[in-house]
């Protein structure tokens, strides 16, 4: 009698999925409903009744974000306890204007205000309430590496990285 293997990479994952650690998962999530359109997928508290979560995944758009609460006796702190973090979330969406807004009503911050950029995206970039960062963009238009190249010598958003 031979068993079935499972998949080693689930049909409903990705092989890569972000796994953000916050100071109340749970208000995360509700967070990421109200400003991503964020689908609950799971959400498994730990057992002590404390509320936190030791998983919970969410849906948005074809991609999964799991989270957890943060744990600093195991070392699983987030942005807010960190002061900042490092990774950014890139979330491509149909309209990113209204996405955008949806975030800061929902209670993100801007760090970039929406525009048209040089590569080819109408861009910009959030903070959401529990320190992570999202950038938001919805393609306009086809632009070469060498046109991207070129246009970033003079785009003022790359100004930043000039020594």
Sequence with gaps: MTMNQP??????????TPHLVCRDAAAA?????????????????????????????????????MLVDEFPEMGCVGPQTLN???VTLHFYTEDVDAAFQRALDAGATTKMP??????????????DP??????LATHIREVSPEEAIEASKSAPECAAFEQ
Excluded at 33 to 62: N, Q, T, W, Y
């Design 7 to 16: 998949k080693k990479v689930p049909d409903d994952m990705h092989t890569i």
């Design 29 to 65: 999530i509700e967070f990421y409903k109200k400003a991503f359109g964020a689908v609950e997928m799971a959400r498994m508290p730990v057992p002590d009744g404390s509320g936190k979560l030791m998983h919970a995944m969410v849906k948005i758009g074809d991609s999964n974000i």
């Design 84 to 86: 900042g973090s490092p």
């Design 114 to 127: 929406v525009a048209d950029m040089f590569w080819g995206d109408r861009y910009g970039m959030v903070t």
């Design 130 to 135: 529990f320190g992570h960062l999202w950038s």
